[in-house]
């Protein structure tokens, strides 16, 4: 659970960083020309992998399969099956908030990337790793 805490941290500070640069101006912004077409596609993908992304990160560990894996009886095994799916939500979690902030600083247009990051940001503190005697 170490690596998936470690995971879970550099995420945020990759987020983070990417929100600097383009703070700071060493990427570029305002990339995607105003356009109609332009701010529907912009909203859709924004509004799928926000909601979309928020609803999967917090339920996948109650999926069936994984559900299964994570709570058969060999306990190392697992353990194994839980790291490794919540090393899955982490990536999951960085790829999915990374796609919206590239949008909320490449298509200003829209205000849907916004709210679409802040869902992210909050389903991402509720994705900390928490090993068996912690969730007792």
Not at 43 to 53: E, P, S
Not at 89 to 110: C, D, G, H, K, Q
Request: charged residues 15%; glycine residues 4%.
């Amino acid at each position: 659970m170490k690596s998936a805490k470690v995971l879970f941290i550099v995420a945020f500070l990759a987020v983070a960083m990417v929100f600097a640069l383009f703070e700071y101006g060493v990427l570029p912004v305002a990339l995607i020309p105003d356009t109609p077409e332009n701010r529907y596609a912009v909203d859709v993908a924004c509004i799928l992998t926000g909601v979309g992304g928020f609803f999967i990160l917090l339920t996948m560990l109650k999926i069936p399969v994984v559900r299964a894996a994570i709570h058969q009886p060999d306990g190392v095994m697992a353990e194994k099956a839980k790291a490794r799916y919540c090393n899955l939500r982490m990536l999951l979690w960085m790829v999915l908030i990374l796609f919206n902030a590239v949008m909320y600083y490449e298509a200003p247009m829209t205000r849907n990337p916004t709210y679409c990051v802040l869902m992210l940001f909050v389903a991402g503190v509720f994705c900390w790793p928490k090993t068996a005697d912690e969730e007792e």
